[in-house]
């Protein structure tokens, strides 16, 4: 796949924000790493702080493409569809951090950008878990009596769950405790 001058730059800057920092990193580093002219650079976007945008915005829509796939699978039933998306989930988030130079990168140290960028990606994981406890419900494969707040709760308790994830906190026993988080929502969203 070939990829554009915009996507050329903006995967450069991941590259360089993960390794070298935000601060020490120059739009002039990020042109010259991308073998673009600074005018080139400056014509996609007026600023560092765009370049830091777009990253961080092309890693929630990898991520929001990603967990609709796993989500919207026509082949799969609704329970099925939950139970990958709960397992794929936690490590795809983790992929992105230690792609992007750990939790310690400024990457994640300016919470109030990656927050404004993450509530699409937010919105639109909700409106998909809606879709399928909606479909489940439907169907007769799950009593949820509430599918809006169901959703909201869900992805509220996976989000929790990620930072403690990714330090390694429960580690040694994630197939476990996934287990465990599955069963537990079975046990609520199941039809009787």
Same mark, same amino acid.
């Given at each position: 796949?070939?990829?554009?001058?915009?996507?050329?730059?903006?995967?450069?800057?991941?590259? &360089?924000?993960?390794?070298?920092?935000?601060?020490?990193?120059?739009?002039?580093?990020?042109?010259?790493?991308?073998?673009?002219?600074?005018?080139?650079?400056?014509?996609?976007?007026?600023?560092?702080?765009?370049?830091?945008?777009?990253?961080?915005?092309?890693?929630? &829509?990898?991520?929001?493409?990603?967990?609709?796939?796993?989500?919207?699978?026509?082949?799969?039933?609704?329970?099925?569809?939950?139970?990958?998306?709960?397992?794929?989930?936690?490590?795809?988030?983790?992929?992105?951090?230690?792609?992007?130079?750990?939790?310690?990168?400024?990457?994640?140290?300016?919470?109030?950008?990656?927050?404004?960028?993450?509530?699409?990606?937010?919105?639109?994981?909700?409106?998909?878990?809606?879709? &399928?406890?909606?479909?489940?419900?439907?169907?007769?494969?799950?009593?949820?009596?509430?599918?809006?707040?169901?959703?909201?709760? &869900?992805?509220?308790?996976?989000?929790?769950?990620?930072?403690?994830?990714?330090?390694?906190?429960?580690?040694?026993?994630?197939?476990?405790?996934?287990?465990?988080?599955?069963?537990?929502?079975?046990?609520?969203?199941?039809?009787?």
């Amino acid at each position: 796949m070939v990829l554009d001058t915009k996507d050329v730059l903006i995967d450069v800057a991941r590259t &360089l924000f993960a390794t070298k920092g935000y601060a020490n990193t120059s739009m002039n580093d990020i042109a010259n790493a991308a073998n673009k002219g600074r005018r080139t650079l400056y014509t996609y976007f007026k600023n560092k702080d765009e370049v830091f945008y777009a990253v961080i915005r092309a890693e929630t &829509l990898a991520l929001r493409d990603y967990l609709k796939q796993l989500l919207t699978n026509p082949a799969k039933s609704p329970m099925e569809r939950l139970t990958d998306y709960i397992y794929v989930r936690l490590d795809a988030v983790r992929d992105i951090v230690i792609r992007n130079g750990g939790l310690t990168a400024e990457f994640f140290q300016n919470q109030n950008l990656v927050e404004r960028v993450r509530r699409r990606l937010d919105f639109s994981e909700r409106n998909y878990l809606r879709l &399928l406890l909606e479909e489940g419900k439907a169907t007769g494969t799950m009593d949820v009596p509430d599918p809006a707040f169901a959703a909201l709760v &869900l992805q509220s308790a996976l989000k929790g769950m990620e930072l403690p994830y990714i330090r390694g906190e429960f580690a040694l026993e994630i197939a476990k405790k996934k287990n465990l988080l599955l069963d537990f929502l079975r046990k609520g969203f199941e039809s009787k």
